[in-house]
């Protein structure tokens, strides 16, 4: 038989990969490598389990998926929407909870119920554009930021803004609110198609040790 291949997983950086590693751990995958913050080192291994893995930009995941370069992709949902690439997600993770809003402040919900041509910014057009158009069938102008999207209502860039929530406590010290809820949000476990096909057994089994420890 030949040698097994590594599968490569693709995890985005930032908030989730300390609770990623940490399930991985209770599947019995080890990459203290990984969590290294002096390493410079893109690509880790787990020789034991065939494993690959590597830290991208949370937006980049889906694109590395798609094309293949990565087996299986860890990432959140709100970059999931965003990015729309053909993959497939296979399993909600539950951690890295949050919402995804339309945030301003309170002076703005006339403007949203009037369904005024109001100025929405946000670090997430295609999201912010499929909720206002398909949702709301409310004509807007969206800005893209690509971060502290608060900003935008407070220095008056625009109306009112589509973005993460979490605790609440930026908006609330930035004197703006929950306006709408868009959607709810989490980590997400995204598959390419043809490893789904090729790869089935290992994929299925991996995914199913990810669920059994959530
Ligand atoms: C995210 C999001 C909000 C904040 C929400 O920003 O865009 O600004 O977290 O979290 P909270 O409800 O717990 O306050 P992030 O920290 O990723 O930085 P960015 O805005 O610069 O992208």
Same mark, same amino acid.
């Given at each position: 038989?030949?040698?097994?291949?590594?599968?490569?997983?693709?995890?985005?950086?930032?908030?989730?990969?300390?609770?990623?590693?940490?399930?991985?751990?209770? @599947?019995?995958?080890?990459?203290?490598?990984?969590?290294?913050?002096?390493?410079?080192?893109?690509?880790?291994?787990?020789?034991?389990?065939?494993?690959?893995?590597?830290?991208?930009?949370?937006?980049?995941?889906?694109?590395?998926?798609?094309?293949?370069?990565?087996?299986?992709?860890?990432?959140?949902?709100?970059?999931?929407?965003?990015?729309?690439?053909?993959?497939?997600?296979?399993?909600?993770?539950?951690?890295?909870? @949050?919402?995804? @809003?339309?945030?301003?402040?309170?002076?703005?919900?006339?403007?949203?119920?009037?369904?005024?041509?109001?100025?929405?910014?946000?670090?997430?057009?295609?999201?912010?554009?499929d909720y206002?158009y398909n949702e709301?069938q409310?004509?807007?102008?969206?800005?893209?930021?690509?971060?502290?999207?608060?900003?935008?209502?407070?220095?008056?860039?625009?109306?009112?803004?589509?973005?993460?929530?979490?605790?609440?406590?930026?908006?609330?010290?930035?004197?703006?609110?929950?306006?709408?809820?868009?959607?709810?949000?989490?980590?997400?476990?995204?598959?390419?198609?043809?490893?789904?096909?090729?790869?089935?057994?290992?994929?299925?089994?991996?995914?199913?040790?990810?669920?059994?420890?959530?």
């Open positions: 038989m030949s040698a097994e291949r590594d599968l490569t997983i693709a995890l985005g950086k930032g908030r989730l990969v300390d609770q990623t590693m940490e399930l991985l751990g209770k @599947c019995g995958i080890h990459c203290e490598e990984m969590l290294d913050k002096h390493t410079r080192k893109l690509i880790f291994r787990d020789q034991k389990h065939h494993l690959r893995f590597f830290l991208a930009k949370g937006p980049d995941v889906p694109t590395y998926v798609e094309y293949g370069a990565a087996d299986i992709g860890i990432v959140g949902k709100d970059t999931i929407l965003e990015e729309n690439r053909s993959v497939y997600e296979v399993l909600d993770l539950g951690f890295g909870k @949050c919402r995804m @809003c339309v945030c301003g402040p309170k002076e703005a919900r006339e403007l949203l119920n009037h369904r005024e041509m109001i100025r929405v910014a946000s670090k997430y057009p295609r999201i912010a554009r206002f709301r409310q004509t807007v102008d969206i800005i893209k930021l690509n971060g502290s999207v608060e900003l935008g209502p407070i220095v008056g860039l625009s109306d009112v803004i589509v973005d993460i929530v979490e605790t609440g406590s930026t908006l609330k010290e930035n004197g703006l609110e929950v306006l709408e809820e868009v959607c709810p949000l989490s980590a997400r476990v995204i598959v390419n198609q043809v490893s789904m096909q090729l790869e089935a057994e290992r994929i299925r089994s991996l995914v199913g040790q990810m669920r059994a420890h959530l």
